[in-house]
């Protein structure tokens, strides 16, 4: 019984060293339950659910990238052509809006898979010439003109439409979370991700073709980056070019506090999932608590430095408990 | 096989000012009028502060590391000499502004080499904190001036109606080529970039190093800053969007490796120029708007695709020479 409990003890601190970002969220709720009584009504919540399932699902995406090891700086123009295909084709026929965004989106991101995989180029810059190379692609072809829909279409039911009182996006969010979790933890896929992450060689040596893994996972990302346009064209009245672009820091600051190694090889998707919503969150939080609108970057900004430097020190604690476990033992 | 190898090394050294050349004598026979003495003085002061910027960063891409967030140092510095020139003497200003940019690199650096977070990752937090604080001073508003000294810093009249810009860009190559060739500095730093752990052993102060290059990276970003500011007599949080990324893809683009250990300043000081003189020729040819960014992608990812076709070839080569060596050796035992 005893030990049972001691234990189950030590799950919990693990769990709560290795997901450090859970309790950030959580003291973040705490701390805004007490600050202002308008922040746990269901209207609040509906309505950060609803606002921050975009980045999350984009997110969800781009940490699959990075737990293979690369990087990927080009998911903002992807997102944003997605997007505008979504837009184009929404209102004729429902099923070519969702699905062309899609094929778009596993199409440029597999670009980046090919010549990150095939040539051996470092992910960083290459990734970068993909931005650029899609963004002013788009901007050229588009002219920088918005992109307008039909708004009373079928279409317009997955952003702003309703399941059992919750609102769809936050449910497509779980869904393409749980898809993820899936693909990582339960395919051979999956763990050669995680493998390729952490220690390439071994994974080569053992006989695997990594060039396939790392296209693979920018496939998938393309993928679910597509299913965020489709979400974000849908609850849009229309779609500008230079949208998608501003999804770049709040994914990649979302990514990061999640806990994913910037080198591969660690980090999950749910917590990629609780790191967008703690984001959302924060937006929240200031807008409740009338942080100035001038001031609002900056205190984003010194959060996520503090949430990083947080994240690095319970990393650290967690190796020392754990080589206490074993010299114990 | 000797005159190819030499050829080829050739080649690789200057092949962006091949590129150059070759763009030039096409515009030669397209637009005569791009040879104009005002244009050409145009393209060097344009792209001065760039290149001011790119040659900051140049030591600290060789140690490895980068600094987006040298767009949001940029606007801080200039924001911070603008708004100093309320209550100070111009002199003041500029001081005030491009040691605030030090500060902000030697925090870069601290968090990087103390607190061990990716420079990627830490500068990617001190952008958005940089260009929020940029925000927070400028009241979310661009601010001016209109001090007739202010503007003379950058861009008073030397000769020839060249500005005084393109002189301190001059100057900054100077530094960082001596700086790079000459000094303990410039050799650790390629000692860092090629193998960090081996520094640390041989007890180099291996974390003062990186945060004196993440200081020199910022010392040249907030002059670039208050240039800028100086030169359009304002400046506004949302200038320094991107600048970071570009001067890193310049730096990239004149052969600086990502990884580190790699690199010299004559190769990013011909980057810049093919990327100014690209950037013109669009707008010459009449292609405005984002066809700028289109090539300069396609540079950065032709560039990046030679090198590591390059290198993946000289390996084979090497690779093949030593087989050849030990059949050579193998026959002279037998025989």
């Given amino acids: 019984m005893l030990d049972a409990l001691r234990r189950l003890g030590r799950r919990v601190i693990l769990f709560f060293l290795g997901n450090s970002i859970v309790i950030v969220f959580i003291v973040l709720c705490v701390v805004m339950g007490f600050a202002s009584n308008k922040f746990f009504t269901t209207r609040n919540w509906m309505n950060i659910l609803a606002n921050f399932s975009v980045t999350g699902i984009v997110s969800i995406g781009v940490a699959i990238v990075m737990i293979a090891g690369g990087l990927d700086l080009s998911f903002g123009p992807i997102l944003g052509s997605c997007a505008i295909l979504a837009t184009l084709f929404q209102p004729n026929s429902f099923a070519l809006?969702?699905?062309?965004?899609?094929?778009?989106?596993?199409?440029?991101?597999?670009?980046?898979?090919?010549?990150?995989?095939?040539?051996?180029?470092?992910?960083?810059?290459?990734?970068?010439?993909?931005?650029?190379?899609?963004?002013?692609?788009?901007?050229?072809?588009?002219?920088?003109?918005?992109?307008?829909?039909?708004?009373?279409?079928?279409?317009?039911?997955?952003?702003?439409?309703?399941?059992?009182?919750?609102?769809?996006p936050p449910i497509l969010m779980v869904i393409v979370c749980i898809l993820a979790w899936f693909i990582l933890r339960h395919t051979l896929f999956g763990k050669y991700v995680y493998a390729h992450g952490s220690r390439q060689r071994a994974l080569s040596y053992a006989g695997v073709n990594t060039k396939n893994v790392y296209l693979f996972a920018y496939l998938v990302m393309g993928i679910i980056i597509g299913i965020g346009g489709v979400l974000f064209s849908s609850r849009e009245i229309g779609v500008r070019p230079t949208e998608g672009s501003t999804y770049l820091i709040p994914v990649l600051t979302a990514v990061i506090l999640s806990g994913v190694s910037l080198s591969g090889g660690i980090g999950s998707v749910f917590n990629v999932m609780i790191a967008a919503l703690t984001l959302g969150v924060l937006d929240n939080a200031m807008v409740l608590l009338a942080v100035d609108y001038k001031n609002q970057l900056m205190v984003r900004g010194i959060i996520f430095i503090l949430a990083v430097i947080y994240n690095g020190l319970m990393v650290m604690q967690r190796d020392f408990y754990l080589t206490r476990l074993s010299q114990r033992r | 096989?000797?005159?190819?190898?030499?050829?080829?090394?050739?080649?690789?050294?200057?092949?962006?000012?091949?590129?150059?050349?070759?763009?030039?004598?096409?515009?030669?026979?397209?637009?005569?009028?791009?040879?104009?003495?005002?244009?050409?003085?145009?393209?060097?002061?344009?792209?001065?502060?760039?290149?001011?910027?790119?040659?900051?960063?140049?030591?600290?891409?060789?140690?490895?590391?980068?600094d987006i967030s040298l767009g949001s140092i940029l606007v801080l510095s200039g924001a911070v000499s603008i708004i100093a020139l309320r209550i100070a003497s111009?002199?003041?200003?500029?001081?005030?502004?491009?040691?605030?940019?030090?500060?902000?690199?030697?925090?870069?650096?601290?968090?990087?080499?103390?607190?061990?977070?990716?420079?990627?990752?830490?500068?990617?937090?001190?952008?958005?904190?940089?260009?929020?604080?940029?925000?927070?001073?400028?009241?979310?508003?661009p601010v001016a001036t209109d001090s007739d000294a202010f503007q003379a810093f950058a861009m008073h009249n030397v000769a020839f109606g060249i500005?005084?810009?393109?002189?301190?860009?001059?100057?900054?190559?100077?530094?960082?080529?001596?700086?790079?060739?000459?000094?303990?500095?410039?050799?650790?730093?390629?000692a860092i970039g090629g193998n960090i752990e081996a520094c640390r052993r041989v007890g180099i102060k291996v974390d003062l190093y990186l945060i004196g290059f993440f200081a020199i990276s910022g010392l040249f970003g907030s002059f670039g800053g208050v240039a800028l500011a100086s030169k359009i007599q304002a400046a506004s949080a949302i200038f320094g969007?991107?600048?970071?990324?570009?001067?890193i893809a310049a730096i990239v683009i004149g052969g600086v490796s990502l990884s580190g250990g790699v690199g010299k300043v004559g190769g990013v000081v011909q980057g810049i120029i093919l990327i100014a003189i690209m950037d013109t020729m669009t707008n010459f040819l009449g292609l405005v708007g984002y066809y700028q960014l289109l090539f300069r992608s396609l540079l950065l990812l032709g560039v990046i695709l030679y090198d590591v076709l390059?290198?993946?070839?000289?390996?084979?080569?090497?690779?093949?020479?030593?087989?050849?060596?030990?059949?050579?050796?193998?026959?002279?035992?037998?025989g």
């Fill in chain 2, 310 to 334: 390059s290198v993946r070839q000289a390996e084979q080569r090497l690779e093949r020479l030593a087989v050849e060596t030990l059949r050579r050796l193998e026959r002279k035992e037998v």
């Fill in chain 1, 97 to 168: 809006a969702i699905l062309l965004p899609i094929v778009l989106g596993a199409a440029l991101g597999s670009v980046n898979g090919l010549v990150i995989a095939r040539a051996g180029t470092n992910p960083l810059v290459t990734t970068l010439g993909t931005q650029w190379l899609f963004y002013s692609a788009l901007m050229i072809i588009t002219d920088g003109h918005l992109v307008q829909g039909n708004q009373k279409t079928f279409f317009k039911e997955i952003g702003y439409g309703r399941v059992l009182g919750v609102p769809f």
């Fill in chain 2, 1 to 66: 096989m000797k005159r190819t190898r030499a050829l080829r090394t050739l080649l690789s050294q200057y092949k962006l000012l091949a590129i150059t050349a070759v763009l030039l004598v096409f515009m030669a026979f397209v637009r005569g009028e791009f040879f104009g003495v005002e244009n050409l003085i145009n393209i060097i002061t344009n792209m001065s502060i760039n290149g001011i910027l790119s040659i900051g960063m140049t030591l600290l891409m060789i140690a490895g590391c980068f």
């Fill in chain 2, 241 to 247: 969007d991107n600048i970071g990324l570009l001067v």
């Fill in chain 2, 163 to 190: 500005p005084r810009l393109v002189f301190y860009f001059v100057i900054a190559i100077l530094i960082i080529w001596v700086i790079a060739r000459f000094t303990r500095l410039g050799k650790f730093a390629y």
């Fill in chain 2, 90 to 141: 111009v002199p003041v200003a500029l001081l005030l502004g491009i040691s605030s940019g030090v500060l902000m690199g030697i925090l870069n650096g601290v968090l990087v080499a103390k607190f061990k977070i990716n420079s990627f990752i830490a500068t990617l937090g001190t952008m958005v904190i940089f260009q929020g604080a940029t925000f927070s001073v400028t009241n979310n508003k």
